[in-house]
């Protein structure tokens, strides 16, 4: 008698793990990228169910959010980086859209440390065909020759995050050199109108679109248009955790 209990457990316990396990599995998957741990570090301690693990050179944490499967990644500093990260992550998970969360520099007066801004628009500043008679950030695919090429955010995720938010909203320029000088940081400004400066934002944008994945991308201000390199340390830890924070409340909002 007591073997029959005790396989009837055993069973019971076994189809219960077989249907969590389908459950979770069958959640829809949002992928999270930031270039580095301190501005993916609130997200993982957010997630349950997490697992770690290292696939080729890619780091990747997935876990559960509200009613999401997250994948979560640091990507590394940079637009190769960056862009082999977010194809590795389309390839492998198929997410329903993609976040990209991190920290920027001002290239404006009126954004200051602290704020954080939707990228509405993104371009690569240091993508250079002008000696075929394209202006700096035009990209060669064919469309609009005479522009910058420009990257977006998705409307109905912008919306999403507007929802349950007061955030700001513009241009990020994305190129592959960190920029404390204000001569630069001014002509990067008039060139392409663009509020603030990063390293990874349109390459992730230009690979998701690619690929037909909507992408939202959010970044907080870490120094001003004044700002220098220890101004970018000292706020660095700190304001790095916003986006992510804005981040886990609008998902976990998602019902």
Known sequence: MKT????????????FSIISYVLINKKEAVAIIGAMDV????????????????QNSFEIVTGNLGKYKIVLSKSGVGKVASATTTQFIIDKYKPIYIINIGIAGSLSPELKAGDTLIGEKMVQHDFDVT??????????????????????????????FLANNTLKHGTIATGDIFVT????????NKEFSAN????????IAQTAQRN?????VLR?????????TDEYKQN?????????QITVKTLKSDK
Do not use: H, R, W
């Not at 660095?236 to 992510?244: D, F, G």
């Open 236 to 244: 660095k830890q700190n304001i790095a955790k916003k986006p992510a």
């Open 196 to 203: 603030a400066i990063d390293m990874e934002s349109a390459a």
């Open 4 to 15: 029959k209990i005790l396989y009837c457990i055993v069973f019971i316990l076994t189809i």
């Open 212 to 216: 037909n994945v909507p992408v939202i």
């Open 181 to 188: 000088d204000k001569k630069l940081k001014n002509n990067i």
């Open 131 to 160: 000696a075929f008679g394209n202006p700096k950030g035009y990209i060669d695919n064919g469309i609009e020759p005479n522009k910058p090429t420009i990257f977006y955010s998705d409307k109905k995720l912008i919306d999403k």
């Open 39 to 54: 501005e993916i570090e609130e997200i993982a301690a957010n997630l349950s169910n997490t697992d770690y693990k290292q």
């Open 220 to 228: 907080t201000i870490s120094d001003g248009l004044d700002g220098t």
